[in-house]
């Protein structure tokens, strides 16, 4: 039976693409879903992948992964990262391993970006590849797994 990784991503993530390219690339969110479901399709593994500009919506789908015995989470909660308990608490509560992705570095931006409430509860934190990073954290969720190449 193959495992499933939930792939969520927070607010202004759908306008991927045309917003702030200088920091976000040029990439959409259709190319992200692409991206990991290829990684993912390599080690047997399906994709929930979704996006919401609603801070319980992520929350709602981080608790629906558990109960659906999702293998893990790759999130990047975006524009929560540095403000939301709730989503801290959901993952904490669902006992998942979370890997956090930011396409930019958020260490090289502004302070303000520098303190994620959702690192003290992830597995891994990735930021600055791009795109690739999402795809960094299905291989890391993968390793973790013991999962391998098919």
């Not at 990262?81 to 509560?93: M, R």
């Not at 396409?103 to 959702?118: K, L, Q």
């Not at 990073?133 to 098919?150: D, M, Q, T, W």
Request: proline share 3%; charged share 20%.
């Amino acid at each position: 039976m193959p495992h499933t990784v939930y792939v969520l991503n927070g607010p202004s993530l759908n306008l991927l693409g045309t917003r702030e390219p200088e920091t976000y690339g040029r990439s959409t969110l259709a190319d992200v879903e692409k991206l990991v479901r290829a990684r993912a399709e390599n080690v047997g593994w399906t994709v929930e992948f979704r996006q919401s500009n609603h801070e319980g919506e992520l929350v709602d789908w981080i608790h629906e992964a558990a109960a659906k015995k999702a293998i893990g989470i790759v999130l990047n909660p975006a524009g929560y990262t540095t403000t939301s308990v709730a989503i801290l608490d959901a993952i904490l509560a669902v006992k998942l391993p979370v890997i956090e992705v930011h396409i930019s570095n958020i260490h090289a931006r502004e302070s303000f970006r520098h303190d994620s409430y959702v690192s003290k509860a992830a597995k891994a934190v990735i930021c600055g590849f791009g795109i690739e990073g999402y795809g960094l954290a299905v291989a890391g969720l993968a390793a973790l797994a013991g999962a391998g190449s098919k």
